[in-house]
């Protein structure tokens, strides 16, 4: 096996990926509009996705990420939404451009577009939060896109092999299908559940972070795997597993989560890169399989079959939204704040990604009769056609729209009161505890020692209320972020202190290695790196 190509992707993805932090056009577009550009260029190789990889090694990694970020809280607050969103939009989406598919494609038989809707009802997981991350979305709107990207995935697939058993021969009924959405549906949640609690148990209970990280990876694929073994939703099982141990992290030791979290965020950002480059290199190997249709006859309904998905999330956002707001007065009450450019922004928020791409590239070439799968080329040209453009057109304007339309953004102030406030409760409750321990004379301190301690501890009350502060009126700074930055240059001074005894010889690399970890432990302290 030649790892070069694979080493290349990752290398050159990454590299994009990094090159876009610095321009305003979001990193998941720049990848495909490279990987486009790339599939034409002499040398590269030609990337084929395989269902084999994407599905069982891939989505379920990206899908526990998400899940451990997301809030099980605001999820369950907003589970209407979702349900109408991850299930209710998909299946709709599915019978709607089949159909579609069906009037305007000649000679199309309708199972196989009903294939073709499958495969391109779900909205892209990555896509629509990484974006949404981006422009600022308001927390609601982030939560039910996160929501929705979560399920609607397992609500595809199960469509999809619905409408596959009856394109291929296999036969299938509404009955059939339905008990077979329970099944994977129930099924997936269910492994969930079994899993979860155990799992955490271990985590738990390891005493080594390493240990314990290397869990953490297998996880996801082990959720994914049974569930999947027992004919049940790997993605539901995913899912639920990764809500319950991200909303249980808590319970892990410190070093173990931050371990976990610097592994994830790696592993995320390696396999998104990959991804969407991934999405943009298909391009040579779906336009070399049109066959019987012409360019000019597949881009026509490529246009056609584009502008149908696009409309059509209109068509169920709108209703979904108002309808029960408006029969609903316990829901007007609660979400007193809808009104029409939520919806307008989620419908909008639609963009189509690489598990489209898999599921369509899982098409059989063969029917069970031996007979050729009906436009399986076609199908996936349309699938190619309508990821690129919802990915380009949709996330390209998605941010000036957020702009234009003036939605309220995050209240920053009001979330760093809200943070002081916690804060401040915690920090009473840690020092009531310190007075509560040192009248114990086991843990009898020197002075120098315990003043030291309740000095952390006043210190980490008033760092939240010292940014809401003044700021520093020559740099910009508020006094918060003033201590950290030079917090941080004590502890560079330190490090080269360190370092230059090290190649002096006077203390050995062991120790040295012992000293740096516990000058990042207190930087890490000190100063909170804030993502982009």
């Known amino acids: 096996m030649d790892v070069l190509p694979l080493v290349g992707l990752v290398a050159a993805s990454a590299a994009v990926a990094g090159a876009a932090r610095r321009t305003p056009v979001p990193a998941p577009l720049l990848l495909v509009a490279v ?54 939009y998909v299946l709709f989406a599915t019978v709607a451009v ?16 009903l294939v073709l809707g499958a495969v391109i009802a779900p909205p892209d997981a990555v896509a629509a939060t990484a974006i949404a991350r981006r422009v600022g979305l308001p927390s609601r709107i982030t939560t039910i896109l996160q929501g929705e990207s979560l399920v609607n995935d397992a609500t595809a697939i199960t469509a999809y092999k619905v409408a596959l058993a009856a394109a291929v021969g296999e036969g299938a009924s509404w ?55 027992f004919g049940a939703s790997g993605v539901l099982a995913v899912v639920t597993v990764g809500l319950y141990l991200g909303h249980r992290s808590y319970q892990v030791d410190f070093e173990t989560r931050l371990q976990e979290a610097a592994v994830w965020k790696v592993v995320a950002f390696i396999l998104e890169s990959a991804v969407f480059a991934l999405i943009g290199l298909q391009l040579r190997v779906v336009l070399k399989g049109l066959g019987e249709y012409s360019v000019g006859q597949a881009v026509w ?31 007007r009450e609660r979400e007193s704040d809808t009104d029409w450019r939520r919806p307008l922004i989620v419908s909008w928020a639609g963009m189509r990604g690489v598990v489209s791409l898999a599921i369509a590239f ?57 943070e002081a406030q916690a804060q401040n409760a915690a920090s009473t409750a840690a020092e009531e505890r310190v007075d509560e321990l040192m009248e114990d004379r ?49 502890i560079q001074a330190e490090r080269e202190v360190f370092v230059k005894m090290r190649d ?5 690399d062991e120790m040295l290695r012992s000293l740096l970890r516990r000058l990042d432990l207190e930087e890490a302290a000190a100063y909170r790196e804030v993502d982009d």
């Open 35 to 88: 990987g486009l550009v790339a599939s034409y260029v002499p040398g590269v190789p030609e990337y084929a996705l395989d269902p084999h990889v994407v599905l069982p090694l891939i989505l379920p990694p990206l899908l526990h990420t998400a899940a451990l970020e997301s809030s099980y809280l605001d999820l369950r607050a907003n589970i209407r939404p979702v349900a109408l969103l991850s299930v209710g």
């Open 98 to 113: 089949g159909w579609l598919a069906y009037q305007l494609i000649p000679d199309l038989p309708l199972t196989a577009a």
């Open 175 to 229: 009955a059939g299908g339905i008990r077979e959405f329970l099944v994977a549906a129930v099924g997936g949640v269910g492994i969930g559940l079994l899993l979860m609690v155990p799992l955490h148990w271990l985590r738990t209970h390891l005493k080594e972070a390493l240990l314990q990280n290397t869990l953490s990876l297998l996880i996801p694929f082990v959720a994914y795997a049974v569930a999947e073994q």
């Open 301 to 331: 309904y490529a246009v056609g079959v584009f502008l149908f998905v696009v409309v059509i999330r209109f068509v169920w956002s709108y209703p979904a939204t108002y309808l029960p707001w408006c029969f609903s007065s316990r829901i």
């Open 362 to 418: 899982s098409i059989p070439l063969v029917t069970d009769e031996g007979e050729p799968f009906p436009a399986r080329n076609l199908v996936l040209f349309l699938t190619f056609t309508t990821v690129i453009g919802t990915l380009v057109v949709q996330g390209l304007t998605l941010p000036p729209l957020i702009k234009l339309l003036k939605l309220p953004g995050r209240d920053v102030r009001a979330e760093t009161l809200a």
């Open 442 to 490: 086991r843990n009898c301190l020197p002075q120098p020692l315990q003043d030291r301690l309740r000095t952390v501890l006043e210190r980490r009350r008033n760092a939240v209320w010292e940014r809401l502060g003044q700021t520093n009126p020559v740099t910009g700074e508020s006094a918060d972020d003033t201590y950290r930055r030079l917090a941080r240059e004590a």
């Open 504 to 508: 002096e010889r006077r203390i050995d």
